[in-house]
């Protein structure tokens, strides 16, 4: 059971994780200048403490921890309950959520066993946004994709604002480095992959004449503005474009890959959930 702590001064040492938060992201005392894993929200925070992510400690007002309920009985890690100011002073914002959580990260696949085992494959280059990561992932959750691979230029998916955004998402959908792009794209061939570049230009091939859902499919996506480098595209087997009316001429990358994650998976039902579960 989690020990349940109450806290009434924000300067308590204990607090160390959750302070500073908008600037908490970079930590020099942490294994490669990176954060720890944040959870912002009750639903977040399930996701967290249903993860393997190892969880440190918890912080928020006491309805918000008492929703936690059953969860909490297996955690051997404090709960620190205080109050929604005390939370704000230490967090450096108000918390509209009112529940925050701690992790330390967990190993990451190494990026061949998770082309190995799946299917569906998303592959970013570039994508340095962090609501934008957050985003691809929540989408890859919901529409059946094994894992995303991030290529250079890509932030980290564990920043605390792509957790949030993502819902919680990139705590359950695999991910790996591929830091040799558009090299490593062979990685993917050689395991049965056809590489789908997305890219408004007007001599692709529209979405759904590429048959991407017949077969392993690895869709590769790059940033907002720019797109996929021309290396990248022709490194790809296909370039692919979702056909769009007149005066429009690109999606957000997170809508677009929404739309082709729909597409390649168009067959698969035996993942469905119920939307109310």
């Known amino acids: 059971m989690a020990n349940v702590i109450t806290i009434d001064d924000p300067a308590d040492p204990r607090l160390a994780d959750f302070r500073d938060l908008s600037t908490a992201d970079r930590r020099p005392d942490r294994p490669g200048g990176r ?5 912002e929200g009750v639903v977040v925070v399930e996701r967290l403490l249903s993860s393997p992510f190892p969880v440190r ?3 928020g007002v006491a309805r918000r921890i008492e929703a936690l309920g059953d969860q909490l009985a297996s955690l051997d890690a404090p709960a620190y309950v205080t109050t929604a100011e005390i939370m704000a002073e230490v967090v450096g914002f108000h918390l509209n959520r009112g529940v925050l959580a701690s992790a330390d990260r967990a190993v990451q696949p190494p990026v061949a066993d998770l082309v190995a085992r799946s299917r569906r494959l998303a592959v970013l280059e570039g994508v340095g946004d962090h609501e934008n990561l957050g985003s691809l992932f929540r989408n890859a959750a919901a529409l059946g994709l094994d894992g995303l691979l991030l290529g250079p230029g890509c932030s980290d998916p564990l920043y605390r604002r792509s957790v ?24 993917l061939r050689e395991n049965g992959f056809k590489v789908a570049a997305l890219t408004p230009r007007a001599d692709s091939v529209p979405l759904s004449a590429a048959r991407l859902h017949t077969g392993k499919a690895a869709l590769l996506l790059g940033s907002e503005g720019p797109g996929l480098t021309e290396e990248a595209i022709a490194a790809a087997d296909v370039a692919v474009r979702i056909p769009m009316y007149g ?26 959930t119920d939307p109310c579960s």
């Open 247 to 272: 005066g429009v001429d690109s999606l957000n990358v997170a809508t677009a890959a929404a739309i082709a994650f729909y597409a390649v998976g168009i067959q698969d039902t035996s993942r469905e």
């Open 164 to 187: 949030r955004v993502s819902m919680g998402h990139v705590l359950r959908v695999p991910f790996a480095s591929l830091d040799d792009l558009p090299g490593g794209l062979d990685l």
């Open 57 to 59: 400690a918890l912080l």
């Open 35 to 39: 954060g720890l894993v944040i959870a």
